[in-house]
């Protein structure tokens, strides 16, 4: 017999192993980023903005899904280290373009052996064929996150 408050034991368990997942390789990664004097949230930032060049902040707020205050405090903070710089549009003074500094880019790049590390060592414990596997299970995954998103999106518009 099921009943409304009845849950498929193994989504949950799927999601809690995602998500322990996820919690995980996110401090595993700041741990080791943390030698270069960054973090992966910082950097996440910065590689969205080296590979668009220049970018708005509603650019970002669409690309991370965060509200506009906290990018505006997460790009504050990498101004005042100089990592990026901001610039008036020349056809609009109201937008201001963000970009990389050459210090950012230094950071970047002083990154990406950490990266690629953690990237190595964390996938060696699979052979190819599971690696294959991985990758169309989260494929199928992620696709099914955009259907939910536009789901969620269209059930908005009706409330």
Known sequence: M???????????????????????????????????GTSFARTKMMMFI????????????????????????????LEKDGLVMREADASDRRVKHISLTAAGLAVLEQSEPVRERFRTELFEVLNDVEK?????????????????????AEDGKQS
């Open 2 to 36: 099921s009943n409304t408050f009845t849950s498929d034991s193994g989504s949950i368990e799927a999601g809690e192993a995602l998500r322990d997942f996820y919690m995980t390789s996110q401090r595993a990664l700041n741990r080791m980023l943390a030698v270069q």
């Open 50 to 77: 080296n590979l668009r060049g220049k970018v708005r902040s509603a650019d970002m707020v669409d690309g991370f899904g965060f509200s506009p205050r906290t990018i505006t405090e997460a790009v504050d903070a």
């Open 132 to 152: 294959e596997q991985l990758t169309q299970l989260v494929g199928r995954l992620n696709e099914r996150l955009r259907e939910l998103e536009q789901i969620f």
